[in-house]
């Protein structure tokens, strides 16, 4: 159904509604109204018939009692002329009061304890009506007296039904007009609503225009009503929608060419990539992850807890994620991953949170890179870098030893051709043996493999060890330790005759830096990543040209150095996985700043295993 059918039955209906209230208050108005009409009717004809049967009286020598009067004048024929002038009466009775008997008229409607009682208790110039039931038909009979008739009763029976079917009739009157009425209001109401609604009628079509993405044409407004406005208001509420659908369209085609990059680089890129939520279970994977860890397809994989992760790497899985969830960044690390068949492959980890618009963490992102071949390569540049160093420490052991050699030859081509043994020649060259036997040691020392096993050590006990061991010789050089170290645990993974080689080599040179004397300044602290270790002395310094070349093979500052100790400290602390790095001041003093992994519990536990 249509507004404007809706409009029209809504206006028709109150219409009606205000009609049958109307025709109700109306009938009953009406009713009432005939009723009294009918009953001051009945008692105006019974005053009529009371002042014409006293005539009579008055005309009758005998009075009432004296009928002679003439048949003309009688009262039945008086009756009958008033019959005939209102057919609504059936009947006119005249009674004594006195005995309640009929003095003149007929009575053939009778209804006689109950007349009796009315016509005794009737008084003088009063009037009764009541309705009585005779034969199944309805009547009225009325009653009246006055003092014209005195004595007497006039008694009237009416027809009720005629007096009925003029109220229908009026009835059906008043209904045919209220329904010509209704017709005419809702054909008015129809055409009304129908020029108020018109302009919906363009609002609506607008309304199906912008539904189907079309918003160019607008609407013509012809009214300044609130009609009007509210076509205003849809033409401008199109013209935006227009400007957002076009945004909306550029964005969509933005996102849909950005999803598809991001799925050619995670389906192409040759890192393993995978998507799990909070609990591990993985969400999505892409083909250089079913690659890697061997799945023959993508479903295979989806739904697993941590399916790359061996037994043995959970608690620093957890680990991670934990700082993670704290909000914290971890770099790449390097770790074992199992594949399908439970192979074990070194793999560089990247594990990024995924969070949704309120920063909340959803799922994680993990990017795995194959470090197999990586290892391999590094693998054959430390063998061709131990090959070049090879060949830097024979170069340097043959010029070193080729020097004193050169000496002894020539001492003992002296010796040779004088055939005498002098004793100063054969000092400086016993001197120059020791040197060789020096150099040789020394490479001896950065040749021979050792054999390394890590332990849980806190680093603060080896470096107190070694100070203990060096004091004797500091104090002969007039040298004093000042020693800050933290209270917190410095616990790391280590060889620890190792490091202490690392500390004596320091040490060593800190005091042959410090001919005078003087103080040498060792710091400690634990910076939850990493042990910082600090060794100063207040020595003459190292020139800052030279400290790049500190760490090659025989460089050194020292006239009876070999330039090995800082190779070999050097090469323990990479080992460590650690940083050495030096820093002078010529005048002021050197600073060699050590940095150590800290041992986490995690690492920790697996350690001991």
């Not at 934990?322 to 770099?331: E, R």
């Not at 560089?348 to 890179?369: E, K, L, W, Y």
């Not at 820093?583 to 002021?588: D, L, T």
């Given at each position: 159904m249509s507004i404007k059918m809706k409009f029209s039955a809504l206006i028709t209906l109150i219409v009606i509604s205000f009609f049958i209230v109307h025709h109700l208050l109306t009938e009953y108005s009406m009713t009432r109204a005939m009723r009294e009409q009918a009953r001051q009717s009945m008692q105006d004809t019974s005053m009529h018939v009371a002042?014409?049967?006293?005539?009579?009286?008055?005309?009758?020598?005998?009075?009432?009692?004296?009928?002679?009067?003439?048949e003309a004048a009688s009262p039945e024929n008086l009756f009958g002329i008033v019959q005939s002038l209102n057919p609504n009466i059936k009947e006119i009775t005249v009674f004594d009061q006195d005995t309640v008997q009929i003095a003149y008229g007929t009575y053939t409607y009778p209804d006689g304890a109950a007349d009796r009682s009315v016509v005794r208790t009737l008084g003088k110039n009063e009037f009764s009506v009541r309705s009585l039931e005779i034969g199944g038909k309805?009547?009225?009979?009325?009653?009246?007296?006055?003092?014209?008739?005195?004595?007497?009763?006039?008694?009237?029976?009416?027809?009720?039904?005629?007096?009925?079917?003029?109220?229908?009739?009026?009835?059906?009157?008043?209904?045919?007009?209220?329904?010509?009425?209704?017709?005419?209001?809702?054909?008015?109401?129809y055409w009304l609503v129908g020029a108020m609604i018109r302009p919906l009628k363009d609002i609506l079509w607008k309304v199906n225009e912008v539904s189907s993405a079309r918003?160019?044409?607008?609407?013509?407004?012809?009214?300044?009503?609130?009609?009007?406005?509210?076509?205003?208001?849809?033409?401008?509420?199109?013209?935006?929608?227009?400007?957002?659908?076009?945004?909306?369209?550029?964005?969509?085609?933005e996102n849909r060419r950005m999803k598809e990059h991001l799925e050619s680089f995670i389906n192409h890129t040759t890192d393993a990539i995978h998507l799990f939520?909070?609990?591990?279970?993985?969400?999505?994977?892409?083909?250089?992850?079913?690659?890697?860890f061997d799945y023959e397809e993508e479903e295979e994989a989806i739904g697993l807890v941590y399916p790359t992760v061996p037994e043995s790497h959970m608690a620093e899985k957890r680990h991670m994620?934990?700082?993670?969830?704290?909000?914290?960044?971890?770099?790449?690390?390097?770790?074992?991953?199992?594949?399908?068949?439970?192979?074990?492959?070194?793999?560089?980890?990247?594990?990024?949170?995924?969070?949704?618009?309120?920063?909340?963490?959803?799922?994680?992102?993990?990017?795995?890179?194959?470090?197999?071949?990586?290892?391999?390569?590094?693998?054959?540049?430390?063998r061709s870098e131990k090959l070049t160093t090879v060949g830097q420490l024979a170069a340097g052991v043959a010029h070193e030893i080729r020097n004193p050699l050169t000496t002894l030859r020539g001492f003992l081509q002296l010796q040779q051709e004088s055939r005498k043994l002098a004793l100063p020649h054969v000092s400086l060259m016993l001197s120059e043996l020791d040197r060789i036997n020096l150099i040789v040691g020394e490479f001896l020392i950065l040749a021979k493999p050792q054999a390394t096993r890590f332990v849980a050590k806190d680093v603060k006990d080896v470096l107190q060890d070694v100070i203990a061991l060096m004091n004797s010789e500091a104090i002969l050089h007039n040298i004093e330790f000042r020693i800050s170290f933290t209270e917190e645990s410095c616990r790391i993974s280590c060889e620890e005759n190792q490091l202490k080689q690392v500390f004596i080599n320091l040490i060593k040179n800190a005091i042959e830096a410090m001919p005078a004397g003087g103080y040498i300044h060792i710091h400690m602290a634990n910076k939850r990543e990493h042990i910082a270790i600090s060794i100063t002395d207040e020595g003459e310094g190292i020139p800052e040209e030279m400290i790049p070349n500190i760490g090659d093979p025989f460089f050194t500052g020292k006239e009876t150095g070999t330039?090995?100790?800082?190779?070999?400290?050097?090469?323990?602390?990479?080992?460590?996985?650690?940083?050495?790095?030096?820093?002078?001041?010529?005048?002021?003093?050197?600073?060699?700043n050590i940095m150590l992994p800290a041992l986490k519990e995690a690492a920790e536990k697996l350690l001991h295993r």
């Open positions: 002042s014409s049967f006293a005539s009579y009286g008055k005309q009758s020598p005998g009075g009432a009692d004296h009928p002679a009067a003439g309805p009547y009225y009979r009325s009653y009246y007296t006055d003092e014209q008739v005195d004595g007497y009763a006039i008694s009237i029976v009416y027809d009720r039904e005629i007096i009925h079917a003029m109220v229908s009739k009026k009835r059906n009157d008043t209904l045919i007009y209220t329904g010509i009425t209704m017709l005419l209001v809702l054909f008015i109401s918003f160019h044409q607008p609407i013509r407004i012809k009214r300044k009503d609130e009609f009007g406005l509210l076509a205003l208001k849809v033409n401008a509420m199109s013209q935006n929608l227009s400007i957002y659908m076009n945004k909306l369209r550029k964005a969509f085609e939520d909070l609990e591990g279970k993985v969400i999505q994977v892409n083909r250089a992850f079913e690659q890697l994620l934990n700082q993670l969830l704290a909000g914290k960044t971890l770099p790449t690390q390097e770790t074992m991953r199992a594949t399908k068949s439970g192979e074990l492959i070194p793999v560089s980890v990247t594990i990024s949170p995924i969070r949704d618009s309120d920063g909340t963490i959803r799922a994680f992102a993990s990017i795995s890179r194959d470090m197999r071949s990586r290892n391999k390569m590094e693998e054959l540049l430390r330039g090995l100790g800082i190779m070999v400290s050097q090469r323990i602390i990479n080992s460590h996985k650690g940083t050495l790095d030096i820093k002078s001041q010529v005048g002021v003093g050197t600073t060699v």
